[in-house]
């Protein structure tokens, strides 16, 4: 039977393949395994393997505990609470008055360097007021003399 094969096949003619044929085969080839590799995924999305869905370590095994806190325990941890509280709020007296007698001085300050520029201000005002006065005074002598 392979003879009569052979010689059939020996009977067809057919054309060497060239570069484009076997291109297009390799793209025919890639084609199907892209199919086949999607398939696989739409499988295992459908019917997913229970194996992907355990945890390892158990972390829902619970350890029991006897370890209970005492009443005398619960005293003594609210006793040192109400002490850090009352330091707190000790402590925050306490910047509430620096910062008031620290506004004091910069208030003070201020008023300070409002009347120096004040000061400075009005004095400015009365040299400029001489000095547009002994140039009007000027003018009008100048003027003056040219009549």
């Known amino acids: 039977m392979t003879n009569l094969a052979h010689q ?60 209970l806190v005492t009443e005398k325990q619960c005293h003594d941890r609210h006793i040192t609470i109400e002490d850090q509280i009352r330091d707190l709020r000790s402590l925050r007296m306490d910047d509430v008055k620096t910062a008031g007698a620290s506004r004091e001085k910069m208030y003070q300050a201020m008023k300070e360097v409002r009347s120096e520029l004040s000061e400075a201000h009005d004095r400015l005002r009365n040299t400029m007021a001489k000095g547009f006065a002994d140039i009007e005074r000027s003018i009008g002598r100048l003027e003056g003399k040219s009549q």
């Open 8 to 67: 059939l096949f020996a009977q067809v003619n057919l054309p060497a393949p060239t570069g484009s044929d076997l291109m297009v085969w390799l793209g025919c080839a890639a084609f199907v395994l892209m199919l086949i590799n999607q398939g696989l995924k739409v499988k295992n999305s459908i019917f997913p393997s229970r194996s992907e869905h355990e945890v390892y370590p158990q972390p829902l095994s619970v350890k029991e505990s006897h370890a």
